[in-house]
């Protein structure tokens, strides 16, 4: 299995970007995706997950600007990110999910993580 992260950048704060993760070489369909996020000196953690439903959780940091979506058809997963902030600085991985989001717990089999997209979100 294979994750390729692309669509990060720099912006200032206020901004927009658009993430894509394409999975391949694993089915795409049935499972939950996530995105997380790793800081400066910090843990990579959760921020979204969609379900195979298409139901979407957040990190409350991030509720109301950011949107998680899929096309099963293209085994992607994106990630919009409006009225970005300095804090949003991290590198961007999708994969699926396993973790602690807010009071939920996931458990999924972690698929090699990919390289990540870099989002750099200026003052």
């Known amino acids: 299995a294979q994750l390729v992260e692309s669509g990060g950048g720099l912006v200032q704060a206020g901004g927009s970007l658009r993430l894509s993760c394409v999975v391949s070489g694993t089915i795409f369909s049935s499972h939950a995706m996530a995105w997380y996020r790793q800081g400066p000196g910090r843990e990579r953690d959760l921020v979204a997950v969609?379900?195979?439903?298409?139901?979407?959780s957040y990190e409350d940091s991030v509720k109301g600007r950011f949107t998680i979506s899929r096309d099963d058809a293209k085994s992607t997963v994106y990630l919009q990110m409006s009225n970005l902030k300095p804090e949003d600085t991290a590198i961007y991985y999708c994969?699926?999910?396993?973790?602690?989001?807010?009071?939920?717990?996931?458990?999924?089999?972690?698929?090699?993580w990919g390289q990540g997209t870099q989002v750099t979100v200026s003052s």
């Open positions: 994969n699926r999910p396993r973790g602690r989001l807010g009071s939920m717990r996931f458990a999924a089999e972690i698929i090699p």
């Open positions: 969609i379900r195979d439903s298409g139901n979407a």
